[in-house]
C-alpha cells in the first residue's frame, strides 16, 4: 500500500480524515475521505490527522428522493459520490429498479422501505431519513440485513413548535374563515366564539424535543400547560405533568399531540378521548397521521363538541404535490375539507428553510461517517459504536467492520482471522440479535486485506463485511 500524502486543499475546505474501502460490488482500488462536517468550518487543520490520498470515490452511488435539501446534496457531491437527485418519493416497482445499484439512500417521509423493496437492494449499506421519523423504514428487515439507517430526530423541532403556535391563536381567532371569507369578497366581523389565548390551558401529550419548545413559547404567551407523557421528565418553566390522558383533556382548551406512530399511538384520539375534552375545545395533531380517528374528529366538529380543529399529518398522504386531497385518497376528505375553523397542511410542520438546511447537513454528515468511517453513532436500528480516525502515524492500517448474529462464540472467531495482526483498537456492542464490530488493525498489505475479507465473510455468524483502509 502506498503510503499517505497530501494533495493541494483549498483554504476554505472541511476537515476530511481519508480512508479506502474493500467492498465487494465497489473497486477496491478506490478510496473514500471518511469523515466530513459541514456545521463548523474549523480555523485549524489538526496536524495529525491521516489526509486525503489520490481517491475516486464515482463507484458509490447515492439516491437521493423527495427533493432533499440542497445542503445535503451539496456535502454527498463534494465527497466525489455519484449522487442522483429525484424530487418525488417513488412507486415501489419503480423504487425497486432504482435502489439495486446504490450504496447510500436517502428519502423523507413518503417513500416506504418495505421488505420487499429491501431485498432488491443488494448494494444498499446505509439509509438516510432527512426528517424525524423512520416508520416509512422496515428497521427490523434492516437491521438484520446490515443496513443502517440514520435520520434527524431533533432538527425540526423548533418549526413544529412554531407551527402549532400559530395554529393555537388561529384557531382560537377564526382566523382562517375570516381568511378565506374576505377573499370570497364577504366582510364578515364578528368576535362571539374569539378569544385570547393568554389564560387559556394547553395540553401537551408528548413531552420530547417538540412538546418541551412548545411548552415554553406557549408559557411566554401567559398560557398555563399540562403535558402527558408515558415517562416521568422534568418539566420547563411551570408546565405541569398529569398522570393520565383523560386527566390532561378533561383539563386542557387546546390539546396538541407530539407522539411517534407506535401501535400504542395509534387510534390514540377516538370517540371516547373527544368525549373527554372540554366542551367548545380545540385538537392540535403535527404527529403522526394514524394517531387520530377522523370521522370521529369530524362528527365532533359537527356536533360542536370541539370548536376547531387543526391537522397537519394523515392516515394517507400523496407521494407528490397536486390535485390528491380528495376521498379517492381518504374517504372523509370531503367531508373534512367542509367544515369550518378548521385549519388542513400538507405535512409541512417541518418543513422551514432553516429546519430543511438543518436536517441536511446533520443527515448527510451521518452518511459520511458511516460510509467513509463505520460510525454508527446516532443510527436507529444498530448499535451505536466509533472509534476515533486513523492518524498519519498509522499509515497501513485498517478498520475491520463486522456486522454480525448476537450468538455466543463470535468475538473468538473473529480474533483469530485477526490474530496474525495487531489489533490496536477494537469496539463491539449489540441491539437484539444483531452485534456490531469495529477494529483498528495494523500493518496490513493488500493482499492480506483480501485474505481477511474473504475469511471474516466465510463465519457463520457474518451479516455484513466491510474493511477501510
Known amino acids: 500500500m502506498d503510503s499517505p500524502r497530501n494533495i493541494p486543499i483549498p483554504n476554505n475546505a472541511l476537515s476530511r480524515t481519508v480512508s479506502s474501502s474493500y467492498i465487494p460490488g465497489v473497486s477496491t482500488g478506490t478510496s473514500m475521505p471518511s469523515s466530513l462536517s459541514t456545521s463548523v468550518v474549523p480555523k ?6 491521516k489526509q486525503l490520498k489520490p481517491f475516486a470515490t464515482e463507484d458509490i452511488k447515492i439516491l437521493l428522493l423527495e427533493n432533499i435539501n440542497q445542503t445535503g446534496q451539496d456535502i454527498l457531491t463534494k465527497q466525489g459520490y455519484q449522487v442522483e437527485c429525484i424530487k418525488s418519493a417513488l412507486p415501489e416497482d419503480e423504487l425497486i429498479k432504482k435502489i439495486r445499484d446504490v450504496q ?26 432527512f426528517c424525524i421519523g423512520t416508520n416509512q423504514v422496515d428497521l427490523d428487515y434492516a437491521s438484520k440485513h446490515g443496513i443502517a439507517v440514520f435520520n434527524s430526530p431533533f432538527s425540526n423541532s423548533r418549526s413544529v413548535a412554531e407551527l402549532v403556535i400559530a395554529e393555537i391563536i388561529v384557531l382560537a381567532r377564526q382566523l382562517g374563515d375570516r381568511s378565506n371569507e374576505m377573499h370570497q369578497g364577504k366582510w364578515n366581523k364578528v368576535s362571539n366564539g374569539c378569544w385570547e389565548v393568554r389564560g387559556k390551558t394547553l395540553g401537551i401529550v408528548g413531552y420530547g424535543h417538540i412538546g418541551s419548545q412548545l411548552s415554553v413559547l406557549a ?7 399540562l403535558y402527558y407523557d408515558i415517562l416521568p421528565s422534568m418539566s420547563l418553566g411551570t408546565a405541569t405533568q398529569v398522570s393520565t390522558l383523560e386527566d390532561l383533556l378533561q383539563g386542557s382548551d387546546f390539546v396538541t399531540l407530539h407522539v411517534p406512530e407506535l401501535p400504542e399511538t395509534t387510534h390514540m384520539i377516538g370517540e371516547e378521548q373527544i368525549n373527554q375534552m372540554r366542551d367548545g375545545s380545540y385538537l392540535i395533531n403535527a404527529s403522526r397521521g394514524h394517531v387520530v ?22 392516515p394517507a398522504e400523496p407521494g407528490g404535490n397536486g390535485d390528491y386531497f380528495t376521498n379517492n385518497l381518504n374517504t372523509w376528505a370531503q367531508d373534512l375539507r ?8 400538507p405535512h409541512i410542520g417541518g418543513s ?3 429546519a430543511q438546511r438543518a436536517i441536511g447537513v446533520e443527515v448527510a454528515d451521518a452518511l459520511v461517517r458511516y460510509l467513509n468511517e463505520g460510525s454508527t453513532q446516532g443510527a436507529v436500528n444498530l448499535p451505536e459504536v466509533t472509534l476515533r480516525s486513523l492518524t498519519l502515524d498509522e499509515p497501513n ?3 475491520v467492520i463486522y456486522i454480525h448474529h448476537n450468538v455466543p462464540g463470535v468475538l473468538r472467531k473473529v480474533n483469530e482471522v485477526l490474530g496474525d495482526h495487531n489489533v490496536d483498537k477494537q469496539m463491539t456492542d449489540s441491539r437484539g440479535d444483531v452485534a456490531y464490530l469495529m477494529a483498528d488493525i495494523s500493518n496490513v498489505n493488500q493482499e492480506e486485506i483480501k485474505e481477511l475479507y474473504a475469511n471474516l465473510e466465510s463465519l457463520g455468524s457474518r451479516i455484513l463485511t466491510r474493511l477501510l483502509y
Open 44 to 49: 485549524t487543520r489538526a496536524p495529525n490527522l
Open 104 to 129: 447510500a439512500l436517502g428519502i423523507r417521509s413518503k417513500t416506504k422501505l418495505t421488505a420487499r423493496v429491501l431485498a432488491e437492494a443488494k448494494n444498499l449499506h446505509v439509509v438516510g431519513c
Open 219 to 225: 408559557e411566554a404567551m401567559g398560557m398555563t400547560v
Open 293 to 314: 380517528q377522523i370521522p370521529n374528529l369530524i362528527n365532533a366538529m359537527r356536533a360542536g363538541k370541539l370548536a376547531g380543529a387543526a391537522l397537519d399529518v394523515y
Open 338 to 345: 367542509d367544515l369550518k375553523n378548521i385549519i388542513l397542511t
Open 352 to 354: 422551514t428553510e432553516e
Open 397 to 399: 492500517h485498517v478498520r
